[in-house]
């Protein structure tokens, strides 16, 4: 048995179900351990009867958890330009970023807005890659603005809203394309964004969280993974997101690429319908 391949099938599998951890835990009966350590490959040969529950409560079949599908059935639809797969990003695009968490911060804080954002980007990407636990993140950032505490979560969830616009593409394009997440994000951001319904509830095909594969965007390995897991060629994948150091990574992967202007979505939005277009 393949545990790496079976962990990182059933974490996407749960968060595709919406899932956190502690519920799959009690859908299935398991302990919480259990689970963690199932999802990071650290069980060798799990018994086939607690992947069966685990299969069971998520509502997926037993061989799809096993990996023994032969992986995506054709599309629906193939655009003109021969896109089969779409990854959409997360911060910026499916949600208005988090810039009002940085002035909240600063406002209790007192310190200058340049010093939040200067302490929070030095150790975003750390936390992102999953090096770098929440926990001593928000200590060190608590220490930094002179606070007694700081809870980043809360900030970042009270800050971002959903961009509506981009939102209903991603229901459309669920419709006609396989899609996926492909986002640089802090562990358990992504769960905890799907349960306060900031996320479509759709069935995404591949979700790559930074977090989780320890790689983050514009870094090759991030591009690699998330190739792999669509079952498609680079040449049949669409990134959407609103960084142009991103793209352009994606674009030397052999990716299909369009920038996102959260300022104007509607004309974003027009741009990727238009990309989207079938063939005849």
Known sequence: ????????????????????????????????????????????????????SIAAALGVGLSELLGQTAGPKQPKKTSRSGIRFVYFDVNGCLVRFFHQAFTRLAEESGAPADMVETAFWHYNDAVCRGEMPVEK???????????????WRSYYLEAIEPIPAMQELLHWATEHYYVGLLTNIMPGFLDAMRQRGMLPTVTYDSIIDSSQVKAIKPEKAMYEIATERSHCEASEILLIDDSRTNLMAAEKQGWHVLWFDDYRPEESVARVREALEFAA
Do not use: H, N, W
Not at 13 to 39: D, H, M, N, P, W
């Open 137 to 151: 993140f928000d200590k060190v950032l608590a220490q930094t603005l002179g606070l007694p505490a700081v809870d």
């Open 1 to 52: 048995m393949d545990e790496k391949g079976l962990g990182r099938r059933l974490q996407d599998a749960r968060i595709a179900a919406g899932f956190t951890q502690q519920v799959l835990c009690q859908k299935a009966g398991l302990s919480y351990s259990t689970l963690t350590k199932i999802e990071r490959g650290a069980i060798k040969a799990p018994s086939i009867f607690t992947i069966q």
